[in-house]
C-alpha cells in the first residue's frame, strides 16, 4: 500500500506563492499517477491536477495558468507550485494515487491527510 504525506501548506498573501509536496513514506510514486484534489468547507472534494506515470500532466480549468503539477522520481514526490493566488483557492489540498487514469476522487487508491492552504486577502 502507498501511504502519502502532504506538506508545504501555509498562509499566504493573495498573489503569493506556495509550493506543496506529497512524498511516499511507503510505496513507489513512480509506479502511479498521482493527483492533487482540494475540498472546501461544505463542499465535495474537486480535482486540481494529475499527472501520469509517463510524464503528460492535466489540470483544472480553475487553475490553468497559475498552477502546475510535477515529478521527482528521485525523491520519490510530488509537487503543486501555486503562483498567483486567490483568496478562493482557501481549502485543504490532498495527494492521492489513481485508479488506471481516473480524475475521480472515489476512485483513488489511497490519500494523504491533506495540508491547509490559506490564503488572504
Known amino acids: 500500500q502507498v501511504r502519502l504525506v502532504e506538506s508545504g501548506g501555509g498562509l499566504v498573501q493573495a498573489g503569493g506563492s506556495l509550493r506543496l509536496s506529497c512524498a511516499a513514506s511507503?510505496?513507489?510514486?513512480?509506479?502511479?499517477?498521482v493527483d492533487w484534489f482540494r475540498q472546501f468547507p461544505g463542499k465535495e472534494r474537486e480535482f486540481v491536477a494529475g499527472?501520469?506515470?509517463?510524464?503528460?500532466?492535466y489540470h483544472a480549468d480553475s487553475v490553468k495558468g497559475r498552477f502546475a503539477i510535477s515529478r521527482d522520481n528521485a525523491k520519490n514526490t510530488v509537487s503543486l507550485q501555486m503562483n498567483s493566488l486567490k483568496p478562493e483557492d482557501t481549502a485543504v489540498y490532498y495527494c492521492?494515487?489513481?485508479?488506471?487514469?481516473?480524475?475521480?476522487?472515489?476512485?483513488?487508491?489511497?490519500w494523504g491527510k491533506g495540508t491547509l492552504v490559506t490564503v488572504s486577502s
Open positions: 492521492a494515487v489513481a485508479r488506471y487514469n481516473s480524475v475521480q476522487a472515489r476512485d483513488m487508491l489511497s
Open positions: 511507503s510505496g513507489t510514486l513512480s509506479s502511479y499517477d
Open positions: 499527472i501520469s506515470v509517463g510524464g503528460p500532466t
